[in-house]
Every structure is written in structure tokens, then in C-alpha cells.
């Protein structure tokens, strides 16, 4: 078994496999396997936010892999109160806070409510990426009593709910309140209720409307004194057992989760077999990335990287490519990253098409995986014109305005990477797309970080004073040349470094011509920029 490749070779084949032998010991159908991802609804989507569906989506079609039906729900927490008003979104909204994010009106007036304005932000990157869902809004959920029979068991064991939120994570609140939170008939905020009593014979919980702290903020309850109907969606239950309602109800086998909520997660599997009588989903626990690219971005979007942002400059495969590489560890993120995640997709690629060797079977099979599931497996015929990120900002940097598309084709075939009077595919054009977007919103085009020996430095010091004066295309080849068997390097490996700090990859169009084309003060300045 050891040496078996499972699938695709990825760790999505292996955690389909142990769904599969999870539920068969447990003894449950699998005529069909539904996997799960939350989708927030009430600020901007974070480009973690799309990790949740990849990942469960990854699942989901090992499972088909592997012959089974599977479906990922896209379950929408618009019922959800707003907490506080997203930067950069007007200060307005602050009336709202405490409010089912459904019931606000939406500031950009595009949507009927702020939260499906938000939600859709995040149902547009699915689609983009080939995600397909079945989508559940929270509001219709209840509206339409998906969860009716979880409510009632849930508050007809309020008690017992309350000792595990206690026991699990010492959090006292549900002991005299039911862990669920009416809209309040009088002044139609969520947060500030509190459910007091239920009356399992009419459907209804009592609750008063007394106030709550949200995020570090107080605030005031109206007082109000009523009864809502729980069947009828007049409120909805509280994190400590929506997920275990949602889990049964919809008989949910798998859910990825962010460290985050890793107690909310405990404390919903314990009332999902203790008070529910349902064994949980399997589930696998990531990290959150750290967003330190907001400074760049806050302008507009107020530090939130979406995944819109993403698509500016970089492909939705290499988006996925950032979300199904790794599953644990902390990373920080920022949009210069994306050249590298581009470029790493060509790599994919290439292996995928034999055109790059993996001697290692299991290596082999997992890379070529890893690709396959980027373009939910179905990836291209063949592969596409690889062009370094970087080589196309800087091309795209000096394209004289109006002409760029047309300045940048003619280059990529003076190169050879277009035939002579070859145009570029629809791929490459979308990069050519990307590399415009970058230059236009970049100044600097960030180079890829590389070690440099003593002898490499003092060898780019020197051509960097020849580029000062040298013009002529031949003469700076031969220099590239020359400097590099004075300082003891040989010249093969010399210019490979060059390459690699000027377009990311190996190798590229001769050197000489590419740097008189590119600007000697851009290649000046770039040379610089690795020497610091």
C-alpha cells in the first residue's frame, strides 16, 4: 500500500479515500458525498475566503475520482448580524450594525441587500475558477425550514447544549440564554436579542432585546419584549450548533476549517453527536494567510486582498495553484506574489506535458495532479506559449500607449517566442492583459529573490558601470561575456543569473538585444535592486 498512488497522487485523493473508509465504517450511504465551505456575506470576500471551495472542491472531485457522486455546498451566512463596517465602505452603514447582513440595503446599490452584494463578490471568483456548487443561502435556509427539525432538537436540549459550549470552551452565556438568536420585531436587529424561553408547542422562543458587545463595541438593545417563530425563519440559531444543524440536515461528510474557528468546530462535533445523534464530517484544519499587501491595495478595497484583485494580474489557475498547494503552515501574502505563482503554473504545466522530467513516480503523479486539479480537471489540450511574467512587465512597461498589444507581439517574435507574424492566443493575450494591469498599478516589477556569491556581485557591479555607457546591443553581449570569465564565473552560468533576476526564468531571448530593448536604465536599476 505504501508505494500505491491513490488518484491523482495529491493529498486530496488520500483524504477522499479516508472519507470513504470513514463512512463505510460508520456503515452511512454514499450514494452521494456532499462536502461543505461557509461563504461569509458580511464585508469584502478575502482571498482566503475562495480557499475553503477550492479545497472542498479538490474533494469533491477526488470523490467523483474515485466513482462516487460528491456535490459541494456553498453554504452563505447571510442571515449573519453585522459586526463592524468594512474599511473603506461608507460610515453610514454603522446604523446597521447588529442587523442580518440581508437586511441592509446595499451601498452600491447593485444588489437588494449588502449581503448578497457581498456574497456574489465571492460566488463571481467560484465561477471564475470552474467551482461548481450547489448554492444555499442561510436566510432561505431558514425562511423555508431546511433546519426546522435541528432548531427544536437543539432547544428541546438547551440544556445539555449549554454544558458543552461550558465544558469545551469555558464560555458560560448559553447556560442562561438558548443558543439561538431572534431578529427583534421592534427594531430588527439580530445580535442584541436574548432568547430566554421556548415554547416547544407553538414553535416560539420569548426573548428580550437587551444589547450585546460586538467587537469591543456596546451595542444598545431597544428593550423590546417578544416572541418569534423558530419554524418560520424569525431569527436563527447560534454558531455554537449552526454548524451542527447544517451538518445534519444537509448530511454534510467533509469540511475544511480555518484555525480561526477551531473552537467553534469542537464545540459543533460534540453537539453534533452528543445532542443531534449525527457523526460529523471529516475535517482538515489550515492556517489563515497573513495579508500584508494591503498597503498597496487599500485605496480602493480597504486591506483586503480579493480575490478580484488576484484576477487583475494573475490567472484564476494560478489562484488555485496558491490554494491547493500546501494545507498547512501560515503564509503571508501579497500581490507581488503573483508573478511567481504565474510562472510556477508554466512549470506545472510543462511536467504535465512531458516537457519537463520528474524522475520520481509519486512526485510525478502529484504534480501532474496538483495541475490537473487547478483547472478542476479539465485542463488544456495542449500546452500554452510559456512567456516569464516578468519579461512581459517589462516589455509592456516601454509599449508606447495605444500600441501595446501590437509593440509587445512584435518583441515576443523578434524573441522567438511567437513565429514571425504569429499572433498571440487568447491565453497569451490575457497575459499580455495581466502584465499591462501590473505595470499600470506597479511602478517597480519585483525580481525574483536570488542568493548571489561574492564573485556574482562584484561581476553585476562591473557590467552594471559598462551599461552606464555601452549602447550597442553586440558590444553589451560580449561584455556580459568578458565580465564573466574575469571574475571566474563561467559565462553559461552567469548569464542564467541574469536571466533569472531579469525575467524569472533560465533562459530567454539573447541578452544584449533584450537589455538595449528593455532600457538600459530599467535593467540598471533592476540590477541594483538584487545587489541591496
Keep these: 500500500m505504501g508505494s500505491e498512488i491513490i488518484g491523482r497522487g495529491t493529498w486530496y485523493d488520500k483524504m477522499a479515500l479516508k472519507i470513504i473508509e470513514r463512512e463505510r465504517k460508520l456503515g452511512r450511504s454514499l450514494d452521494i458525498i456532499k462536502t461543505e465551505m461557509g461563504l461569509g456575506a458580511s464585508g469584502f470576500p478575502h482571498i482566503g475566503s475562495l480557499g475553503d471551495a477550492a479545497r472542498a472542491y479538490a474533494v469533491t472531485l477526488a470523490l467523483r475520482e474515485q466513482g462516487f457522486r460528491s456535490e459541494l455546498i456553498a453554504f452563505c451566512d447571510d ?16 446604523k446597521y450594525l447588529g442587523f442580518p447582513v ?3 440595503p446595499d451601498p452600491f446599490k ?4 449588502y449581503g ?3 456574497s456574489h463578490l465571492l460566488l463571481e471568483a467560484l465561477d471564475s475558477c470552474n467551482i461548481e456548487y450547489h448554492y444555499i443561502s442561510a436566510k432561505d435556509a431558514y425562511t423555508n425550514g431546511l433546519l426546522n427539525n435541528e432548531i427544536q432538537t437543539l432547544l428541546l436540549n438547551a440544556k445539555k447544549v449549554g454544558e458543552i459550549v461550558k465544558a469545551e470552551v469555558g464560555q458560560e452565556r448559553y447556560i442562561e440564554v438558548l443558543p439561538y438568536f431572534p431578529v427583534c420585531g421592534n427594531c430588527g436587529r439580530i445580535y442584541t436579542t436574548k432568547a430566554l424561553e421556548y415554547l416547544p408547542k407553538e ?13 469591543g463595541k456596546w451595542i444598545e438593545g431597544c428593550g423590546y419584549k417578544g416572541e418569534a417563530n423558530v419554524i418560520r425563519g424569525e431569527g436563527k440559531l447560534s454558531w455554537k450548533g449552526e454548524f451542527a444543524a447544517r451538518w445534519k440536515a444537509l448530511d454534510i461528510r467533509f469540511e475544511a476549517y480555518g484555525k480561526d474557528i477551531a473552537d467553534s468546530v469542537r464545540v459543533n462535533d460534540k453537539i453534533c453527536r452528543e445532542v443531534l445523534s449525527f457523526e460529523p464530517p471529516v475535517h482538515a484544519k489550515y492556517e489563515m494567510f497573513l495579508d500584508k499587501s494591503g498597503r498597496k491595495i487599500s485605496k480602493s478595497l480597504g486591506n483586503v486582498f480579493t480575490p478580484q484583485v488576484w484576477f487583475r494580474y494573475g490567472s484564476p489557475q494560478s489562484l488555485m495553484l496558491l490554494m491547493l498547494k500546501r494545507f498547512v503552515g501560515t503564509r503571508t501574502l501579497d500581490v ?8 510556477e503554473l508554466d512549470y506545472l504545466e510543462d511536467i504535465y506535458f512531458g516537457k519537463k522530467t520528474i524522475p520520481d513516480k509519486k512526485e510525478l503523479a502529484k504534480l501532474r495532479g496538483l495541475y490537473e486539479y487547478c483547472w478542476a480537471l479539465k485542463p488544456p489540450k495542449q500546452p500554452g506559449i510559456h512567456v516569464p511574467y516578468n519579461m512581459l512587465t517589462f516589455v509592456a512597461k516601454i509599449a508606447p500607449k495605444g500600441k501595446e ?27 499580455i492583459e495581466y502584465a499591462l494591469n501590473w505595470v499600470k498599478d506597479f511602478e517597480e516589477i519585483r525580481e525574483t529573490p536570488i542568493t548571489l556569491k561574492p564573485e556574482e556581485k562584484n561581476a553585476i557591479k ?19 561575456f568578458n565580465t564573466a570569465k574575469k571574475h571566474g564565473i563561467p559565462p553559461p552560468e552567469f548569464f542564467k543569473t541574469l536571466y533569472n533576476i531579469l525575467i524569472g526564468a533560465p533562459q530567454g531571448p539573447r541578452l544584449g538585444p533584450y537589455i538595449t530593448a528593455m532600457g538600459r536604465q530599467n535593467v540598471i536599476n533592476a540590477l541594483q535592486r538584487t545587489l541591496n
Aim: aromatic letters at 6%.
Design 405 to 431: 498589444i501590437e509593440f509587445v507581439t512584435e518583441k515576443l517574435q523578434s524573441y522567438g517566442y511567437l513565429q514571425k507574424g504569429q499572433q498571440p492566443d487568447q491565453n497569451l493575450r490575457r497575459r
Design 102 to 104: 440581508t437586511d441592509i
Design 336 to 343: 507581488a506574489d503573483i508573478p511567481s505563482y504565474m510562472n
Design 462 to 480: 562591473e557590467l552594471i558601470e559598462t551599461l552606464k555607457t555601452e549602447e550597442e546591443a553586440e558590444k553589451i553581449q560580449n561584455a556580459i
Design 203 to 215: 414553535d416560539k422562543v420569548i426573548y428580550v432585546c437587551d444589547g450585546m458587545e460586538i467587537k
Design 116 to 118: 448578497r452584494h457581498m
Design 110 to 113: 447593485c444588489h437588494d441587500s
Design 79 to 94: 442571515k449573519d448580524g453585522l459586526r463592524k463596517v468594512p474599511a473603506g465602505l461608507p460610515k453610514t452603514l454603522e
